[in-house]
């Protein structure tokens, strides 16, 4: 695959395994960061795999550092929107920030990377571009209406996107990962992991290169068929 790939959120947890799946499958990767140099640092010295500062949710950066890639790498024919955080709270104790930001960075971030590499995947009639949902948009989940709301969104984003690029040879889906081993999931206290480990046919949580062996899948030249899809990666714990 001589492809150009950038991975929002590359550097660490589901992001580095997607990164690492796609250099393997032989794209050249470009892995994007929010504000953790020192893992950015080890992971490109590691990986060989050149990070770039921004933030997905502001639509500016998005703009300069996609075109900075262009500039240094070449054009992006792959975009996994990775990046995406938490902050988690019932409505009650929810506030707008908390609301404001999640939908900003995980919701935000697809339209505005989307914005960025789709233009030219179209003039150039080839391109991927993968959304990372959740369970959690699938489903809901106590404690995370901006999430889930955030979430849900991206599986409408990625219908609507598919629609647009279907013609171009651009195909947009989205996969939705259940539980994942990685650190978003270290910061669920222990009590509560063990509840919806409970809940999960296969018995265990899953993990970060699973996901990304699907991401693998959706990237590659022979997914040509595949858009507009949902793939739910979740050890059987939400099927519909
Ligand atoms: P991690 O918290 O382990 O890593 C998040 C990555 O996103 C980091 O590289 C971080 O950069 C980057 N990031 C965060 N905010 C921004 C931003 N504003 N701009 C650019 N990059 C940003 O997350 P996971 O690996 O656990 O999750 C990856 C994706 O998978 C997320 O979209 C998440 O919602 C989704 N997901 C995860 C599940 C799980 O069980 N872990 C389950 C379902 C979905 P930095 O290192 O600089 O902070």
């Given at each position: 695959m001589a492809r150009i790939a950038i991975v929002t959120g590359?550097?660490?947890?589901i992001g580095e395994a997607i990164s690492l799946a796609l250099k393997e499958a032989g794209a050249t990767v470009v892995a994007n960061y929010a504000g953790n140099d020192e893992r950015a640092r080890e992971f490109s010295d590691r990986t060989g795999i050149k990070a770039y500062r921004w933030d997905v949710g502001d639509y500016d950066a998005c703009q300069e550092g996609v075109a900075k890639v262009q500039e240094e790498v070449?054009?992006?024919?792959i975009l996994v929107n990775n990046a995406g955080i938490t902050r988690d709270g019932t409505i009650l104790k929810m506030t707008h920030d908390m609301w404001d930001e999640v939908i900003r960075v995980n919701l935000g971030g697809c339209f505005n990377m989307a914005k960025a590499v789709f233009p030219g995947m179209r003039e150039r009639k080839w391109g991927r571009i993968v959304n990372i949902g959740s369970i959690n948009g699938q489903g809901g989940q106590y404690g995370q209406v901006n999430y889930a709301a955030a979430k849900s969104g991206i599986h409408g984003f990625t219908k609507a996107l598919a629609q647009e690029g279907a013609k171009a040879g651009v195909t947009v889906n989205a996969l939705a990962p259940g539980y994942i081993d990685t650190d978003m999931v270290a910061a669920v206290p222990a009590d509560v992991l063990e509840k919806i480990v409970a809940k999960v046919p296969v018995g265990r949580l899953g993990s970060a290169q699973e996901i990304a062996r699907g991401v693998a899948f959706l990237c590659a030249?022979?997914?040509?068929?595949?858009?507009?899809s949902t793939l739910s990666m979740n050890g059987g714990q939400h099927m519909y």
């Open positions: 590359g550097t660490r947890g070449g054009p992006v024919d030249e022979e997914a040509g068929f595949v858009t507009g």
